[in-house]
């Protein structure tokens, strides 16, 4: 048992790939040498089991992908709302998508998108300004001139 502890386990596609080109081998040691019984036998158990098992280990991965995704998403809003919050507190409460855009990581459309789920969720709100601008109020961090 000892002997196999640093041993590094396949990957799905290299199980597929090893396993494939075995029983290929294998397939193709029958159809050119007699057609020996065995060979077929080995061909089962040397390739295409090991095949199965890597296809099967490559479609649980990709199962799990999106899930890991989500949560990574998740954690993004999360982060991105933090520093939109930030932002307000150090601008007086008072904010627009391009000064986000300017003061973080964020696009115009994702600080807009980011100002906006704020605004839904009544963390802020918004007001159109008489020169048409959109601002987002943080009534939070409005300091009291």
């Not at 080109?21 to 080995?42: D, E, I, R």
């Not at 199965?52 to 998403?73: F, V």
């Not at 990581?105 to 601008?133: I, N, P, Q, T, Y």
Request: charged residues 30%; glycine residues 8%; contains cysteine.
């Amino acid at each position: 048992m000892a002997r196999f502890e640093g041993r590094r386990q396949k990957s799905g596609a290299e199980s597929l790939i090893s396993g494939l080109v075995v029983g290929a081998g294998f397939v193709a040691f029958w159809a050119l040498g007699g057609h020996a019984a065995w060979a077929l036998f080995v061909a089962v158990f040397a390739g295409l089991l090991p095949a199965a098992r890597g296809l099967s280990k490559m479609i649980a991965s990709r199962a799990a992908e999106p899930a890991a995704r989500r949560i990574s998403e998740k954690e993004l809003a999360a982060e991105n709302e933090r520093s939109v919050l930030r932002i307000a507190r150090d601008r007086g409460g008072r904010l627009t998508p391009s000064l986000v855009a300017l003061d973080c990581e964020l696009s115009v459309e994702e600080a807009e998108r980011v100002l906006d789920d704020l605004a839904k969720k009544g963390h802020a709100s918004m007001r159109v300004r008489e020169d048409g601008r959109i601002e987002y109020e943080f009534s939070e961090f409005m300091r009291l001139d």
